[in-house]
């Protein structure tokens, strides 16, 4: 009997550490790249921090620009939920691999060969869903709890463009205690207001809380990280804009 009741004690003890060092752990600004920690804070633009980064951002400036969107990333103070060059190339596709030139092509249009080759404006439009006034970090968003959103429903944001999204925070568990875990930003693109709880695309945000002169970035995670959260969307945007 004594043995058990040391062996609660202690787990008991365990478990108050285990708050104790989890709420020690939020309290710091923590900036996770795919689990890992990462500085964030650039020096420069929102603009200038994803030219900083080629082999994840090239694709992604090279549309900025041609959506005459770079000044709005350089002088606006907003929060950027950037998708990635790998995104990007998987919506072009490849002739052998299926995607957006493999439809054109079949459908007997002109193939995108540079990113010039599609309409400013449909980069533009894609683009917007991804900016947000003002300069929020994660800690600015509420708690999202997909199980049980009555509660923990996060929060509705217009973008530059006026979609709407929900973008909020999920507490994950540790060591058994709920909501006690590391947190990770999700943002979740609603593609009829009319039925705002309906068709959700939800992208979790792999890096978050980049700093830098002028607004926020948080980088969407690769595994459905699409531009404009619609890949099907922009898909016949592009093929209609060819006809």
Same mark, same amino acid.
């Given at each position: 009997?004594?043995?058990?009741?040391?062996?609660?004690?202690?787990?008991?003890?365990?478990?108050?550490?285990?708050?104790?060092?989890? $709420?020690?752990?939020?309290? #710091? =600004?923590?900036?996770? !790249?795919?689990?890992? *920690?990462?500085?964030?804070?650039?020096?420069?633009?929102?603009?200038?921090?994803?030219?900083?980064?080629?082999?994840?951002?090239?694709?992604?400036?090279?549309?900025?620009?041609?959506?005459?969107?770079?000044?709005?990333?350089?002088?606006?103070?907003?929060?950027?939920?950037?998708?990635?060059?790998?995104?990007?190339?998987?919506?072009?596709?490849?002739?052998?691999?299926?995607?957006?030139?493999?439809? $054109?092509?079949?459908?007997? #249009? =002109?193939?995108?060969? !540079?990113?010039?080759? *599609?309409?400013?404006?449909?980069?533009?439009?894609?683009?917007?869903?991804?900016?947000?006034?003002?300069?929020?970090?994660?800690?600015?968003?509420?708690?999202?709890?997909?199980?049980?959103?009555?509660?923990?429903?996060?929060?509705?944001?217009?973008?530059?463009?006026?979609?709407?999204?929900?973008?909020?925070?999920?507490?994950?568990?540790?060591?058994?205690?709920?909501?006690?875990?590391?947190?990770? $930003?999700?943002?979740?693109?609603?593609?009829?207001?009319?039925?705002?709880?309906?068709?959700?695309?939800?992208?979790?945000?792999?890096?978050?809380?980049?700093?830098?002169?002028?607004?926020?970035?948080?980088?969407?995670?690769?595994?459905?990280?699409?531009?404009g959260f619609d890949r099907g969307e922009i898909e016949n945007e592009i093929a209609e804009s060819k006809r």
């Amino acid at each position: 009997m004594k043995t058990l009741m040391i062996h609660k004690f202690r787990n008991r003890v365990w478990k108050l550490v285990l708050m104790l060092m989890v $709420l020690s752990a939020c309290t #710091k =600004d923590d900036y996770y !790249v795919e689990g890992g *920690v990462a500085n964030g804070r650039f020096d420069g633009s929102v603009l200038q921090y994803l030219e900083s980064k080629p082999v994840e951002f090239d694709s992604v400036v090279q549309i900025v620009k041609l959506a005459g969107l770079d000044d709005y990333l350089t002088t606006d103070e907003l929060t950027f939920f950037a998708p990635r060059d790998e995104n990007i190339k998987e919506l072009i596709g490849a002739l052998d691999r299926g995607g957006l030139n493999r439809r $054109l092509y079949n459908e007997g #249009k =002109d193939t995108v060969k !540079v990113l010039s080759d *599609v309409d400013s404006l449909i980069w533009r439009k894609y683009l917007q869903r991804h900016m947000f006034r003002g300069k929020n970090k994660l800690m600015d968003y509420p708690q999202i709890d997909f199980g049980q959103q009555t509660i923990y429903p996060g929060q509705t944001y217009y973008s530059y463009n006026n979609s709407v999204s929900n973008i909020g925070v999920v507490y994950n568990d540790a060591g058994g205690v709920k909501y006690m875990g590391y947190r990770q $930003l999700h943002i979740s693109y609603i593609p009829d207001i009319s039925r705002p709880t309906a068709g959700w695309r939800t992208v979790r945000v792999a890096s978050s809380d980049i700093e830098a002169d002028n607004g926020i970035v948080h980088v969407l995670d690769v595994n459905g990280g699409e531009l404009g959260f619609d890949r099907g969307e922009i898909e016949n945007e592009i093929a209609e804009s060819k006809r």
